[in-house]
């Protein structure tokens, strides 16, 4: 199966109709879209190797474009959208001050963001909201976007060969994609033990999270051990583990969008408290009222919060779940 998803991106890589498709993602992926460009440029570089410093100036050129109009999202529609991604980062009652700030320092934070895996469009959209010089920002823009699209090309035209070459010796075992999801479920949730030890609580959702790596990491060991001796029974707790990992990311979209505000949570642990009327009815809601809240972000990391990682890093394990369930290797 991975080899023929391998296949099947780099004829959709070959096609004519993806450089267009190259260009209006770059585009988007700088304003609202959430898939990076990278996506399709990788394999389009590895199809066409002597093309790829070509395709790097499409995504520089349409990235600095969507920037663009990014900017004019945050300078213009800065309420309630904008507004609501500013509180949702705690930082609601500090406009004035983080403003004069990025006057400052917004150039520093152009140029990392902009080489870095962090969605583009955080910086293009708080460039406009902060009211950061436009000149400025569209030729830092130039000079990051630009730095990270041809670096990234210029590698894979010159090791375009020995990549494809790896790709297509390698070969997804049952075992190999086991062993995986054994060590990357649990280095997350590590992970989160870790910052919780360090000031970082959880809150009831995050710990709902949780119960997918308390059950899917015993469930990956188990998988190992009996996939040698019993490879029919491996398999079906393969396809049980894709049905839990993509249950934990489907649980990590819906709590990311109860910190970005798009739909509500539980009324437990979400909004502010209700005025107590008596001492009985304020001693009612010290027993009941949740410390940590579940719709304020504690940490972001690369723009996503513990809740987006949580997503993202679940829908891969359900892929790999799947890859291994339907490999033909033990």
Known sequence: MFKKLYHWTLALAESPRATTALGIVSFAESSFFPIPPDVILLPMALAKPQRALFYALICTVTSVTGGMLGYAIGAFLWDPWVQNIFVSLGWGGHVTTIKAAYAQWGWAFILIKGLTPIPYKIVTILSGALDYNFALFVILSIITRGARFFLLAGLLNKFAGPIKNYIEDFAMTMARATTLIACVAFATIAGAWIFE??????????????????????????????????????????????????????????????????????????????????????????????????????????????????????????????????????
């Open 197 to 330: 030890s360090v000031g970082y609580l959880p809150c009831e959702l995050c710990l709902k999270q949780r119960i997918a790596y308390y059950v899917g990491v015993p469930l990956a060991v188990a998988t190992m051990f009996v996939s040698a001796r019993k490879p029919s029974t491996a398999r079906l707790l393969l396809w049980a583990a894709a049905l839990l990992w993509l249950g934990s990311a489907l649980f990590g979209v819906y709590h990311a969008g109860v910190e970005w505000g798009y739909w509500p949570g539980p009324t437990a642990c979400t909004g502010a408290g209700t005025t107590a009327g008596s001492m009985d009815d304020f001693m009612k809601q010290l027993q009941t009222t949740q410390v940590v809240q579940c719709d304020k972000v504690a940490i972001r990391i690369f723009g996503l919060s513990l809740a987006g990682w949580n997503a993202v890093i679940s829908a891969g394990l359900s892929m790999l779940a799947i890859i291994g369930a339907r490999a033909k290797k033990l």
